[in-house]
């Protein structure tokens, strides 16, 4: 065997390819490809009104447009110095569960799954073990239903803004998804026994897990930017130690920390950092599968996916039931010149954005940090990390374990279209 | 809906992505109700979201999301057309070209250095471009996202040997439809809604906002009498010119409209009911 060699990576949002080089058994050789071409959009922010900003951004990946909403709004609002209400808050913080909740089931069950169960696709799984897929459909379906009855539609919602909701969601639909989610509360649990059953491949790494912290609550959107080698930072001061640069032969810009180490942003990261904040029913589904913190093996984010499934169906649940709004759906906007950072945990890890306006509030300036570009160089690590237990395997199974490793990290390509044609040359 | 099937054999469908965010792919697997009917009733012979195995073509069904942006789009999307007997241009990047259009009436090398620190090492065209207007394109399907029930109306409507059942109604109609109190007449907001295709079920004026033209333009549309309207309520500056100017900016009405608009707002004229710009 001279190569591995994936020309189009399956079940992943947008499109990559994977190349292995060996020689003598040794890789000489790991390359990423992404294909995914790139779309310019912190060049035509540049001018439009700050109100146009979560719409457009929305638009940079179809299957976590929340988080491109809520990082985008939570900076603006920083520059404006605007607060929201508790309330405002709590909304949003619902519409981030339903968005966990449908992309988690769409990770576990129809893009990582079948590679433990050693099918090309969910819908092969779905003729082997149905009651599995249409559970997982079942499951995955009350994330989409909760983000239509507040923002209109699952994917590109339209009641976000900077200041709050368009308007607030009736009551009575999301009242009519309760039952559905007690359900699939009791579901989540159950994907989580199951999960800790899986035949998982080894591969335990020394990973600078990276997440949003917060003291009261499981970090979502708000909160300090937390290292587990130490670093707390403010989101202001993010880039102080997280930069993106272009590398030399690489033509890609590359997340790293100042130092030059690379980091983990994604589920392992948010579970191993703060699983004291989780709500008592995904601590007990910990307890209770003992499963041991922190979890140091990639494939195994599907472990953590599942535990946050628990946990943000719980809070959905009390989120739903507290819902009764009192005050205004959003502030009304003093605008000024300023500048501001936010940062979210998107379903695959942080994401951070920037934004500088006028006092129009026109877009001067924006950045964007979306998880997958931080992760990449992480990704390539644990290749270089997999390949010398690979290399002995039959092509075909030495092929499925680096995708699936690919997989495993939810990589969403077309978000994290600032590096292309990425190469790594063995430097031994 | 009921995918009965008029067919001798599973028709043989591909999805293929190019320049977009996924959303209107994910639309086909967010069909949690009838993923598996679907999956029943048709071959899905190349997807790559969904699955590894790639059956060969030619298929029967090509459905295309994204536009063309790059050189290797612009061929691979050749050897689509020929790989495919019905082609479908999906969502409103396929249709006409979707967000990223943006950069067509910019410069896009300068794009290009604002975001890459070595913008040299990218592959880019200058126009991010329609399906149609690089091969010839059986049925298009507006959207950003698309309605999901519209594609598999579409695939229903394939398997049955009839036409799609596709109303031509903007999203106004569908605010009537659906007793929504009209943003532009009880709130002055400017809204596309007049002149935009409907098949989201006017979700944004049901919101309290106006529709900013994830569908594209209707075909009973008349932008010119909109932009006089809108214009002049614009609540910062350009605000109809850049509603125009959004998700489906590249549509000729649309780029029209939008360079109507952006000439208007240097001049307020009065608005469709008489009343005075503010």
């Known amino acids: 065997m001279n190569t591995i060699e994936v020309p189009a990576l399956a079940r992943v949002e947008g499109e990559g390819g994977l190349y292995i080089g060996l020689q003598n058994g040794k890789v000489v050789e790991i390359r990423l490809d992404i294909y995914e071409p790139p779309r310019f959009f912190e060049g035509f922010l540049v001018g439009r009104y700050l109100q146009d900003v979560p719409d457009i951004t929305a638009r940079i990946c179809g299957i976590c447009p929340v988080a491109y909403q809520m990082s985008s709004v939570t900076a603006l609002e920083k520059a404006l110095d605007l607060e929201v209400s508790p309330q405002v808050y709590a909304l949003r913080r619902l519409m981030y569960c339903a968005e966990y909740i449908e992309s988690h089931a769409l990770h576990i069950y129809l893009l990582q799954a079948p590679d433990l169960l050693g099918q090309p696709s969910a819908l092969d799984l779905a003729a082997v073990a149905p009651q599995v897929v249409k559970d997982a459909l079942r499951m995955k379906k009350i994330g989409n239903e909760i983000l239509k009855a507040i923002g209109g539609r699952s994917v590109h919602p339209v009641n976000v803004c900077v200041g709050g909701f368009y308007r607030w969601p009736e009551l009575a639909p999301l009242k009519k998804l309760l039952p559905e989610l007690e359900w699939a509360l009791e579901a989540a649990k159950g994907t989580v026994r199951w999960s800790v059953t899986l035949p998982y491949p080894q591969l335990d790494q020394d990973y600078d897990f990276v997440a949003i912290h917060h003291p009261d609550e499981y970090g979502v959107i708000n909160g300090e930017v937390w290292s587990s080698k130490g670093s707390h930072l403010s989101v202001a001061e993010y880039e102080t130690r997280y930069l993106e640069e272009h590398v030399q032969r690489s033509n890609a810009l590359h997340g790293h920390t100042k130092d030059g180490g690379n980091y983990l942003v994604g589920p392992l990261s948010r579970l191993n950092l703060n699983h004291a904040q989780l709500l008592p029913e995904a601590q007990k589904a910990l307890d209770e599968n003992g499963i041991t913190l922190p979890i140091t093996n990639p494939y195994k984010s599907l472990v953590a996916r599942a535990v946050e499934m628990v946990h943000f169906y719980a809070e959905a649940i009390a989120l739903i039931k507290a819902y009764e709004p009192t005050v205004p759906a959003h502030l009304d906007l003093k605008l000024k010149a300023g500048e501001g950072a936010g940062a979210s945990e998107a379903p695959r890890g942080l994401l951070y954005h920037r934004y500088r306006i006028d006092e129009q509030g026109r877009v001067q300036f924006a950045k964007i940090v979306p998880p997958t570009a931080q992760n990449l160089p992480r990704i390539e690590q644990d290749l270089f990390a997999l390949a010398p237990q690979i290399v002995a395997l039959p092509q075909e199974q030495a092929t499925l374990t680096a995708e699936h490793l690919v997989r495993s990290y939810d990589p969403c390509i077309s978000c994290a279209t600032h590096f292309l044609k990425l190469k790594i040359e063995n430097k031994e | ?278």
């Open chain 2, 1 to 278: 809906m009921v995918l009965t099937s008029k067919q001798p054999q599973k028709p043989k469908v591909a999805v293929y992505k190019f320049s977009s965010c996924d959303g209107c792919q994910l639309s086909l697997l967010n069909l949690e109700d009838e993923l598996l009917d679907l999956a029943a009733a048709v071959d899905i012979s190349y997807f790559l979201e969904a699955t590894r195995t790639v059956k060969p073509g030619p298929y029967d069904i090509g459905i295309v999301e994204g536009s063309i942006t790059t050189p290797h789009e612009a061929e691979r999307i050749k050897d689509v057309r020929q790989d495919c007997k019905y082609l479908i241009a999906l969502g409103t990047c396929a249709t006409a070209g979707g967000i990223q259009a943006l950069r067509n009436f910019a410069s896009v090398n300068e794009y290009a250095r604002t975001v890459y620190a070595h913008p040299e090492y990218l592959e880019y065209l200058e126009k991010s471009t329609s399906i149609a207007e690089n091969v010839p394109v059986d049925l298009v399907i507006w959207g950003c996202p698309i309605n999901k029930y519209t594609l598999l109306e579409v695939i229903a409507a394939q398997l049955q040997n009839r036409r799609p059942n596709f109303p031509p109604s903007p999203v106004c109609l569908e605010c009537k439809r659906n007793g929504t109190v009209c943003v532009v007449v009880a709130r002055g907001i400017p809204c596309l809604g007049p002149v935009v295709h409907g098949g989201c079920g006017a979700l944004c004026p049901a919101n309290g906002r106006g529709c900013y033209g994830c569908f594209g333009p209707s075909s009973v549309a008349n932008f010119s009498a909109l932009v006089e309207g809108m214009a002049p309520r614009d609540r910062y500056p350009q605000e109809t010119a850049y509603l125009l100017r959004g998700i489906s900016c590249h549509a000729p009405a649309f780029r029209t409209a939008a360079e109507q608009a952006l000439k208007l707002s240097a001049k307020p004229v009065p608005d469709l009911w008489g009343k005075e710009p503010k």
